[in-house]
């Protein structure tokens, strides 16, 4: 079993469309979670992190972590073809050392 | 301020040779990491260092890789008698290393893409 599982997509929506992506996650002792953004052919770059359960918002972007569930999520509000990309969820035992991916979800915002 | 930089960008080895992957971490970052991408999967860690020091290499395969980060001069990931699995993109992180308790975000570089033939 993957320690963090992420559906890959790809998933297409229009332009305006609230999305939704999700992961879930098999080790109680994960305490950060992260989502990273991932254009084609570039590097990934971090969109949002939490710290245990609860919500998190930045703009267009919020992030929930439900740990009873170990279920992670990102939603992504009014949603612009700019927004194409994959998105990985992430986590992390503690504030340094290794993070587990996800495998990415795919995202298309057609215009 | 620049951010982390990879070279070779693109890589392209015969198998058996050898593959040399540098990294230079962000200004001031202390603490450096290499994850490898394969098509169709996510990231997966490798190994995690310090200046002079191997802190987790619990993803580095046992045979023909390695990694160093020296006092002075980029972070190294070395590949030794490359096959064809090792084609992948290879991604080097940065970190401040600052000691503090707070979180520290891992800014990622734009990765080499190694492809063995």
């Known amino acids: 079993q993957k320690e963090v599982e992420q559906d890959p997509g790809p998933l297409s929506v229009p332009e305006g469309a609230i999305v939704s992506l999700n992961c879930t996650y098999s080790n109680s002792a994960f305490q950060y979670f992260m989502w990273y953004r991932q254009y084609s052919r570039k590097g990934p770059e971090l969109l949002m992190y939490?710290?245990?359960?609860g919500n998190k918002e930045d703009g267009r972007f919020t992030a929930q972590v439900d740990k009873s569930s170990k279920y992670i999520s990102l939603f992504i509000r009014d949603s612009q073809p700019s927004d194409s990309a994959t998105y990985l969820c992430?986590?992390?035992?503690?504030?340094?050392?290794?993070?587990?991916f996800g495998q990415g979800t795919e995202l298309s915002v057609k215009p | 301020n620049a951010g982390v930089m990879q070279n070779p960008r693109h890589l392209v080895r015969r198998r058996g040779q050898e593959a040399r992957l540098r990294c230079s971490p962000m200004k001031g970052h202390s603490h450096v990491y290499w994850y490898r991408q394969l098509p169709e999967e996510g990231l997966k860690f490798m190994v995690y260092?310090?200046?002079?020091?191997?802190?987790?290499e619990s993803g580095m395969p046992k045979e023909r890789f390695s990694a160093e980060f020296p006092k002075e001069g980029p972070s190294i990931l070395r590949i030794q008698q490359v096959v064809r699995g090792d084609s992948a993109a290879y991604f080097c992180?940065?970190?401040?290393?600052?000691?503090?308790?707070?979180?520290?975000?891992?800014?990622f570089g734009p990765g080499t893409r190694l492809l063995v033939l």
């Open positions: 992180a940065s970190s401040p290393g600052s000691g503090s308790r707070i979180w520290e975000t891992q800014y």
């Open positions: 260092l310090q200046k002079e020091n191997i802190i987790d």
């Open positions: 939490t710290y245990s359960s």
């Open positions: 992430a986590t992390s035992y503690n504030q340094g050392g290794k993070l587990i």
